[in-house]
């Protein structure tokens, strides 16, 4: 089974620039998380869908970043413009549900390295 | 106080050690109580998972939750270097309370 695919594995940008990431979840995998990995910290949960409608996207921040998953399978995260702050790791993951037994079965990416300079 | 609170380590053992990794957390609605390994640049990878208070055991690992004091652990027998890595907790209230919240993770390394 293929696991979560991301692209690109790196990217270096100035602040101010935009930037997208892109995800294609596991086969059959209903619900898609986006998670920021800062150096040091655990995966905070940018936002989550379930097919292609937005379940929870509190902790975005809405005024530079933005996510679409168009058809219920690949998404891209984009932020524009970018700031310093935002240097970190982008996490995909997937789920065959976002809730209940399922929760916790949550498939990683490798992740996108951004480096805001 | 933050939700989930996890020692960053880091933490270093010779390899056969018995290694004891711990959170603590303030939200008494947690019920999901979950362990995943991260290896260097690769994402998280789910170890184990615990529903509630009590033990879990798969193979060299351990997983205990005490809900009574908010507290849980990994216990790893028989470290091997293999086992270098950064292991986070992670917890979730379940239900509408689905998101996961994950601990700073603790750095692993186990030396031959």
């Known amino acids: 089974e293929a696991g979560v695919a991301q692209s690109p594995r790196y990217k270096i940008i100035e602040k101010r620039q935009s930037v997208a990431f892109w995800c294609n979840p596991i086969?059959?995998?209903?619900?898609l998380y986006w998670y920021q990995q800062i150096l040091g910290q655990g995966p905070k949960l940018l936002i989550q869908?379930?097919?292609?409608?937005?379940?929870?996207d509190s902790q975005l921040p809405k005024d530079r970043f933005s996510a679409e998953r168009l058809k219920g399978v690949d998404s891209t995260l984009k932020i524009q413009p970018a700031k310093l702050e935002d240097s970190a790791v982008y996490l995909c993951?997937?789920?065959?549900?976002?809730?209940?037994?399922?929760?916790?079965?949550?498939?990683f990416g490798p992740g996108t390295r951004l480096t805001v300079t | 106080q933050k939700e989930v609170e996890q020692d960053p380590g880091p933490l270093s053992v010779p390899e056969g050690a018995i290694v004891s990794l711990n959170c603590t957390y303030s939200?008494?609605?947690?019920?999901?109580f979950m362990w995943y390994r991260q290896y260097s640049r690769k994402g998280p990878e789910l170890l184990m998972y615990t529903y509630s208070s009590g033990n879990k055991e798969d193979g060299r690992f351990t997983a205990q939750v005490d809900k009574s004091s908010k507290y849980i652990s990994l216990f790893i027998r028989d470290s091997q270097p293999s086992d270098s890595a950064t292991y986070l907790c992670?917890?979730?209230?379940?239900?509408?309370?689905?998101?996961?919240?994950f601990g700073k993770g603790t750095l692993l390394t186990v030396n031959p």
């Open positions: 939200n008494s609605a947690f019920q999901y």
């Open positions: 869908f379930q097919n292609n409608g937005v379940v929870d």
């Open positions: 992670a917890m979730s209230g379940g239900g509408s309370n689905y998101k996961l919240t």
């Open positions: 086969s059959g995998h209903a619900t």
């Open positions: 993951a997937s789920s065959l549900a976002g809730s209940g037994v399922f929760l916790y079965e949550q498939y």
